[in-house]
């Protein structure tokens, strides 16, 4: 991913509300299939870590990557957002 379609993501996901809050029970397999099937849908996500979660969203953030198969756009103190290019029916978002 370019800087640039990494900015675009960033700008399209300011005006998102987070669709996930992740909380002391951090990555569970249950979570990971949940934000799976939103980023098939949706393609851009953001999920917000609550205070009481004990894991570090950086870190959080590339587990989840891994194991959706998405990529990190950012990571801003408690707010991660993840991307998942859509397949060519279902594609919502073109990148620049």
């Not at 675009?8 to 669709?19: H, R, S, V, W």
């Not at 990557?65 to 029916?89: F, N, P």
Request: aromatic share 4%; glycine share 6%.
């Amino acid at each position: 991913m370019t800087s640039k379609q990494r900015a675009y993501l960033k700008g399209l996901a300011m005006t998102m509300d987070p669709i996930f809050q992740i909380g002391k029970s951090a990555v569970t397999p249950e979570i990971v299939s949940a934000i799976g099937e939103a980023l098939e849908a949706r393609e851009l996500i953001k999920i917000n870590v609550l205070q009481n979660c004990p894991d570090n969203p950086k870190e959080m953030a590339q587990t989840l990557a891994e194991r959706t198969h998405s990529l990190v756009v950012q990571v801003i103190g408690k707010k991660i957002v993840l991307y998942k290019e859509g397949k060519d029916e279902k594609k919502k978002i073109v990148l620049p």
